[in-house]
């Protein structure tokens, strides 16, 4: 088994997986020319960044089914950071649809300067926390997270790829983005999914019909999801993903938190989380209990 320093690349004070990530790919990244047509779906890891790669061609181009069943999700809508970028990136066609999970002051200086829009996808961390266990569990590229407490500590500090969940949230929070930027949660892409693509449209100015918002509601179900192969990794060698060890779409619900936190755990964590945004001018948008 490969120990974290063999598994990550330290950069600017982060972790990344090196089986995804390099300098190279990080550089590439930085110097990374934004459109002012992009969209970029920021997300702290297992809050539904692969749903937004669903999600996002579908709005963009009026419901084409085409993209989520020829594409793999990685190059269909690529990860900003990712080796793959620099691979699939001429391959794209405006408007191109990225996702990332860096925090904000690591988006590149264009980024800054284009119109390009961000969709800042948050998720319960607890919820995130239980999804990124079972995660380190079938992905070969990361560690073997340990016993459930010992993970639990490694998400709390930081220790853990792209770092503390309240930092993530706090540096997008803190953007200054104006209108380039909508919040949504995955609870609310669970509760009401058409919902959910409505502001997505509206944001992205895409005038959509109620048939074909719900051909794409339809079409990025967790049940149609895990069942398309171009978007359940089944397409990836066992050894970097295995999803007989924990499907990657592993149950796509709500609260899952509540079968894996002891009442400890669940006290511990909520606290840990409170005290890291107490002065925080922004308040969750949900509770932690
Ligand atoms: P669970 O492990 O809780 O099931 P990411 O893509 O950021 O890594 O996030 C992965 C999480 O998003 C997993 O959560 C996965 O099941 C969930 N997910 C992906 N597509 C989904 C969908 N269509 N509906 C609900 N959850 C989805």
Same mark, same amino acid.
């Given at each position: 088994?490969?120990?974290?320093?063999?598994?990550?690349?330290?950069?600017?004070?982060?972790?990344?997986?090196?089986?995804?990530?390099?300098?190279?790919?990080?550089?590439?990244? &930085?110097?990374?020319?934004?459109?002012?047509?992009?969209?970029?779906?920021?997300?702290?890891?297992?809050?539904?960044?692969?749903?937004?790669?669903?999600?996002?061609?579908?709005?963009?181009?009026?419901?084409?089914?085409?993209?989520?069943?020829?594409?793999?999700?990685?190059?269909?809508?690529?990860?900003?950071?990712?080796?793959?970028?620099?691979?699939?990136?001429?391959?794209?066609?405006?408007?191109?649809?990225?996702?990332?999970?860096?925090?904000?002051?690591?988006?590149?200086?264009?980024?800054?300067?284009?119109?390009?829009?961000?969709?800042?996808?948050?998720?319960?961390?607890?919820?995130?926390?239980?999804?990124?266990?079972?995660?380190?569990?079938?992905?070969?590229?990361?560690?073997?997270?340990?016993?459930?407490?010992?993970?639990?500590?490694? /998400?709390?500090?930081?220790?853990?790829?792209?770092?503390?969940?309240?930092?993530?949230?706090?540096?997008?929070?803190?953007?200054?983005?104006?209108?380039?930027?909508?919040?949504?949660?995955?609870?609310?892409?669970? &509760?009401?999914?058409?919902?959910?693509?409505?502001?997505?449209?509206? /944001?992205?100015?895409?005038?959509?019909?109620?048939?074909?918002? &719900?051909?794409?509601?339809?079409?990025?179900?967790?049940?149609?999801?895990?069942?398309?192969?171009?978007?359940?990794?089944?397409?990836?060698?066992?050894?970097?993903?295995?999803?007989?060890?924990?499907?990657?779409?592993?149950?796509?619900?709500?609260?899952?938190?509540?079968?894996? /936190?002891?009442?400890? &755990?669940?006290?511990?964590?909520?606290?840990?989380?409170?005290?890291?945004?107490?002065?925080?001018?922004?308040?969750?948008?949900?509770?932690?209990?």
């Amino acid at each position: 088994m490969s120990s974290p320093e063999e598994l990550y690349l330290l950069y600017r004070g982060l972790l990344f997986p090196k089986e995804t990530h390099s300098l190279e790919s990080l550089k590439f990244a &930085q110097e990374f020319t934004f459109r002012d047509d992009d969209v970029v779906a920021v997300v702290y890891p297992k809050s539904g960044t692969v749903w937004m790669q669903e999600i996002l061609p579908l709005v963009l181009n009026g419901g084409d089914l085409t993209p989520i069943h020829t594409i793999p999700n990685w190059d269909r809508v690529p990860w900003l950071e990712e080796k793959r970028l620099e691979v699939v990136v001429d391959k794209l066609t405006s408007p191109r649809a990225m996702v990332s999970h860096l925090p904000y002051h690591l988006m590149p200086p264009s980024f800054l300067t284009s119109k390009a829009k961000a969709i800042h996808v948050m998720r319960n961390p607890k919820d995130a926390m239980v999804s990124s266990y079972y995660f380190h569990q079938m992905a070969g590229f990361l560690p073997d997270p340990g016993t459930f407490d010992e993970f639990m500590d490694s /998400f709390l500090e930081g220790k853990v790829m792209f770092g503390k969940w309240t930092d993530h949230v706090k540096s997008w929070k803190h953007s200054a983005l104006g209108d380039r930027i909508m919040d949504i949660t995955y609870e609310e892409m669970v &509760q009401d999914l058409p919902a959910a693509l409505r502001k997505i449209s509206n /944001f992205l100015g895409r005038d959509l019909s109620e048939e074909t918002i &719900q051909k794409i509601a339809e079409h990025c179900s967790f049940k149609t999801m895990k069942d398309n192969r171009m978007s359940n990794f089944s397409l990836v060698p066992k050894m970097y993903l295995d999803n007989d060890k924990s499907p990657f779409l592993r149950k796509g619900v709500v609260g899952d938190w509540k079968n894996h /936190f002891s009442s400890e &755990q669940m006290a511990k964590f909520t606290s840990v989380i409170h005290k890291e945004l107490e002065n925080e001018s922004f308040t969750l948008p949900w509770s932690l209990d």
